[in-house]
């Protein structure tokens, strides 16, 4: 181990020196997720049907709109850390592990702003309810 | 779950902002045997991942470490994840039957 030289770095060995920011990263997101989640599943509990008028009626007012944004950016932001953690652990050859974690960001930025635009367009009354 | 429910809550909202057809689409699929094997099945693993996300917290701040606090601890995220589906479910499932749906 050890920090290694300079041009062991460039080499891509040893540490990037990212590993205390992504671990806090997770906790904060982990953090958003407790609340922001448990929100989200009562919240559709005490829907009264969920039938697509009452799903973008609720959905259009500006507090359940922002919240599910919130919701999603820190949903895909944790699972996009938790993953990229165990194709790292699990993959071993090095362009594997470049293509999975490539895959997993697309994926990751991909499905945050299709969801996002959704609210969004529902939010703003792109959909007849 | 980081997948499937992703793709589900993706799905769940693109099919909701297109319109009522592609909704309908959604809740056919998600009201099938198979949407509610795959919807019990995630609601169990999401309070499973969040049971032990905060037993994490609580040890990250170096708290109940002691043997038979930890075991509790580990008993409890083993088992309340399970009750929280059962009620989830029993209330889901009767609102579908009442004909709320």
């Given amino acids: 181990m050890g920090s290694g030289t300079g041009l062991g770095r460039v080499r891509g060995l040893g540490s990037a020196r990212h590993g205390s920011m992504h671990w806090w990263r997770q906790r904060v997101t982990a953090a958003g997720n407790l609340f922001l989640a448990s929100w989200f599943v009562v919240s ?12 973008v009626g609720w959905i259009a007012s500006p507090l359940v709109a922002v919240a599910l944004i919130l919701l999603t950016i820190s949903v895909f932001y944790h699972l996009r850390l938790g993953l990229q953690v165990i194709v790292e652990d699990y993959v071993h050859e090095e362009a594997g592990k470049v293509f999975f974690v490539l895959l997993l960001n697309f994926y990751a930025v991909a499905g945050a702003a299709l969801a996002i635009f959704s609210i969004l367009k529902i939010a703003f009354g792109g959909v007849a309810a | 779950m980081a ?19 592609a909704y309908s689409t959604f809740l056919a699929v998600a009201t099938s045997w198979f949407g509610y094997l795959v919807g019990i099945g995630l609601t169990w693993a999401f309070f499973q991942h969040m ?15 002691e043997l038979k606090t930890n ?31």
Avoid: Q
């Fill in chain 1, 44 to 55: 559709l509990l005490r829907l009264p049907s969920f039938e697509h008028a009452a799903i």
């Fill in chain 2, 3 to 21: 997948i499937v429910a992703g793709l589900a809550f993706i799905w769940w909202l693109a099919a909701a902002a297109t319109g009522p057809e």
């Fill in chain 2, 51 to 65: 049971a032990n996300g905060i037993r994490h917290f609580v040890m990250d701040v170096g708290a109940g470490f």
């Fill in chain 2, 71 to 101: 075991k509790l601890g580990a008993m409890i995220v083993m088992v309340v994840p399970l009750l929280i589906t059962l009620m989830i479910w029993a209330t889901i499932l009767a609102k579908l039957a009442r004909g709320a749906n």
